[in-house]
């Protein structure tokens, strides 16, 4: 079954920092651009972060730019987002998905265009 699972959500305090996982299971993500999005309460789901193939190539939403860092273990199948100084603003479910991509270096993740989805993982951000 061909499948990505998010790990790492919960409760923190402002300034406070978490970790998340996207494990692939039933392909192997080396072939795909891998891509955070996040869904808060009545808005919409919006992209965080995109990481090429080979890991070189990544890129951030304005909103997290200098707090967030994507990253990614081929030789384990996941992709990581490392979430420092969270914002109550940052609480929402996060999502990974991937995109199957011929380049190496294509970091473009849309929210319309990708191929598989996790089931999101809750990060609430909170004193």
């Known amino acids: 079954q061909l499948q990505l699972v998010e790990s790492g959500g919960g409760l923190v305090q402002p300034g406070g920092s978490l970790r998340l996982s996207c494990a692939a299971s039933g392909f192997t993500l080396d072939s795909y651009a891998v891509g955070w999005f996040r869904q808060a309460p009545g808005q919409e789901r919006e992209g965080v972060s995109c990481?090429?193939?080979?890991?070189?190539?990544?890129n951030y939403a304005d909103s997290v730019k200098g707090r967030f860092t994507i990253s990614r273990d081929n030789t384990k199948n996941t992709v990581y987002l490392q979430m420092n100084s969270l914002k109550p603003e940052d609480s929402a479910v996060y999502y990974c998905?991937?995109?199957?991509?011929?380049?190496?270096?294509?970091?473009?993740?849309?929210?319309?265009?990708?191929?598989?989805w996790g089931k999101g993982t809750l990060v609430t951000v909170s004193s």
């Open positions: 990481i090429s193939r080979n890991g070189i190539v990544v």
């Open positions: 998905a991937s995109r199957r991509v011929p380049s190496y270096y294509s970091s473009t993740c849309r929210n319309d265009a990708m191929d598989y």
